[in-house]
T-cell receptor, first 116, second 113 residues
Framework: ETGVTQTPRHLVMGMTNKKSLKCEQH?????MYWYKQSAKKPLELMFV???????ENNSVPSRFSPECPNSSHLFLHLHTLQPEDSALYLC???????????????FGSGTRLTVV | GEDVEQSLFLSVREGDSSVINCTYT??????LYWYKQEPGAGLQLLTY?????DMKQDQRLTVLLNKKDKHLSLRIADTQTGDSAIYFC?????????????FGAGTRLAVHP
């Protein structure tokens, strides 16, 4: 375990379902991120939360809705997804200041999402 | 634009050196990173280099940075089967006070006997 825990590890959902992905860190980090990993494509940064405030939304469709209730927890709410949304969704956290920048991010193991 | 590019696949023989190359776009990136992803796992930080350095060595790993060409490479000496994984290059462009990383697509390293 890296200190960033994602649940569930695998999720299969229909296009009309609503589900949520959960990410939790107890590393004392103040920034959290959602990335989408698709085969042969760069990791896509979806959302950034810094001190619980959303600081970036990279033109993500509204069928993905993030929530950050506190600096330790991050959710990604999913509804009416498309088959092309099938991917590995990775959560990461970091201590967000210049001194700690060399530590990069700590990633969770991801949730493998399949939309049928 | 923000685009980190890597070749998708590299195959090497066990015991040989591996060299994974990356080009990035933002010359103001403070740090450049290499991450490793093993099957079924998230990304783990392997090593990083500060932008005012041109080389960093860490045991079997050597990172070379050519700022003029915006080229980053990772050399793994004496490659082992346990090094088989996907290797991601990442840059860190300044972005409003937080540490934003832009990743490439990853290079899948296959090590064969």
């Amino acid at each position: 375990e890296t200190g960033v825990t994602q649940t569930p590890r695998h999720l299969v959902m229909g296009m009309t379902n609503k589900k949520s992905l959960k990410c939790e860190q107890h590393l004392g980090h103040n920034a959290m991120y959602w990335y989408k990993q698709s085969a042969k494509k760069p990791l896509e940064l979806m959302f950034v939360y810094n001190f619980k405030e959303q600081t970036e939304n990279n033109s993500v469709p509204s069928r993905f809705s993030p929530e950050c209730p506190n600096s330790s927890h991050l959710f990604l709410h999913l509804h009416t997804l498309q088959p092309e949304d099938s991917a590995l969704y990775l959560c990461a956290s970091s201590q967000d200041n210049a001194v700690a920048a060399n530590y990069g991010y700590t990633f969770g193991s991801g949730t493998r999402l399949t939309v049928v | 634009g923000e685009d980190v590019e890597q070749s998708l696949f590299l195959s090497v023989r066990e015991g040989d050196s591996s060299v994974i190359n990356c080009t990035y776009t933002d010359s103001s990136s403070t740090y450049l990173y290499w991450y490793k992803q093993e099957p079924g796992a998230g990304l783990q930080l392997l090593t990083y280099i500060f932008s005012n350095m041109d080389m960093k060595q860490d045991q079997r790993l050597t990172v070379l940075l050519n700022k003029k060409d915006k080229h980053l490479s990772l050399r793994i000496a004496d490659t082992q089967t346990g090094d088989s994984a996907i290797y991601f290059c990442a840059e860190s462009p300044p972005s409003g006070g937080y540490n934003k990383l832009i990743f490439g697509a990853g290079t899948r390293l296959a090590v064969h006997p």
